[in-house]
């Protein structure tokens, strides 16, 4: 079943609707059934949850008879942007993930927001799928504050992710979707994977095994499942290490996504086309690269990678 939670009207009559697909178990509903919301789309060029959308939704008409609650799929909460390859809201130059929790009286963007948290309160687990951004590519985690963390984590945890990442909440993420679900009592999980622009297939059927796990423990699956992986945790800030680009130049990367490092294991190097010169890029401890650039052109300061410091099985 497919709905429309919100529909307003544009300019040259035409129309701007959010929709979801909701799917229930064949036998109908009985009353009493945990529901799961996937949002996903709230950046217009975050892409890799639309492929997440698509195939947890195709593996459960797969089985139908295997799903025994509400699967709620949001795969697209700023159309236009995705239509327009825009982060934020086009015409509004506005950030989607600034103005939760809306206000249902207020612009069309605050009317948006209020409508989806609307439609989204009352659910079991919410799970909001992002990507990186052109520049750089991410390793299957989850990001969550430390005010939400003793609850959190334990689900997260469930999720199949790779890094389950704890920080310091700024003053702007208060105006987050995650935040204000979690603030109204809805566990609302952030993922964060892969690259801008693109889909990585293998780190979205990774994200999809893990809803399906996540769904089976919460007696809404009785379909076949995938263990989880045992993701690595960081709830210490000083354990990452932020690798900055010493000049300018083309990046190229010399270790894998999500590799194990030695201290001064070579990462990557930056190239003067013009001259012909390389600038080696160590890394400066023993980790995980939980972040790599991806786009190649760099400036002096350009973020090149991220690592967990540590030694990890």
Not at 111 to 121: E, Y
Not at 216 to 236: F, L, V, Y
Request: hydrophobic share 40%; aromatic share 6%.
């Amino acid at each position: 079943m497919i709905d429309a939670i919100v529909s307003v009207g544009l300019p040259i009559d035409e129309t701007f609707e959010i929709k979801k697909q909701r799917l229930i178990p064949a036998c109908g509903l009985k009353g009493g059934e945990k529901r799961l919301c996937l949002v996903t789309g709230t950046h217009g060029d975050e892409l890799e949850g639309q492929y997440v959308a698509y195939e947890l939704a195709r593996r459960i008409r797969e089985q139908p008879g295997c799903l025994q609650g509400i699967v709620d799929i949001y795969p697209a909460l700023n159309p236009l942007g995705i239509d327009s390859i825009t982060r934020g809201i086009p015409g509004f130059d506005l950030d989607m993930n600034r103005i939760f929790p809306g206000n249902e009286e207020g612009s069309m963007a605050e009317f948006t927001a209020g409508k989806i948290v609307r439609d989204l309160t009352g659910a079991d687990l919410c799970v909001d799928v992002h990507a990186s951004n052109i520049f750089l590519k991410e390793v299957v985690q989850v990001r969550i504050s430390e005010q939400t963390a003793e609850k959190l984590v334990p689900l997260a945890e469930q999720l199949n992710v790779d890094f389950i990442w704890v920080h310091g909440a700024a003053t702007v993420l208060e105006a987050t979707l995650a935040h204000s679900m979690n603030s109204l009592g809805v566990p609302t999980l952030v993922v964060e994977m892969g690259v801008g622009m693109r889909l990585t297939l293998e780190y979205g059927n990774q994200l999809v095994d893990g809803l399906l796990h996540i769904m089976a423990n919460m007696g809404m699956w009785t379909g076949e499942t995938k263990n989880p992986k045992q993701p690595i945790i960081s709830r210490d800030p000083s354990q990452v290490e932020f690798l900055n680009a010493p000049c300018s130049g083309l990046f190229i990367q010399r270790v894998g996504h999500g590799a194990q490092v030695e201290e001064g294991a070579m990462i990557g190097e930056i190239v003067n086309p013009l001259t012909g010169e390389s600038q080696p890029v160590t890394a400066p401890c023993q980790g995980m690269v939980f972040t790599i650039r991806e786009y190649p052109i760099v400036d002096e300061g350009s973020l090149l990678a991220r690592m967990l410091r540590g030694q990890f099985a």
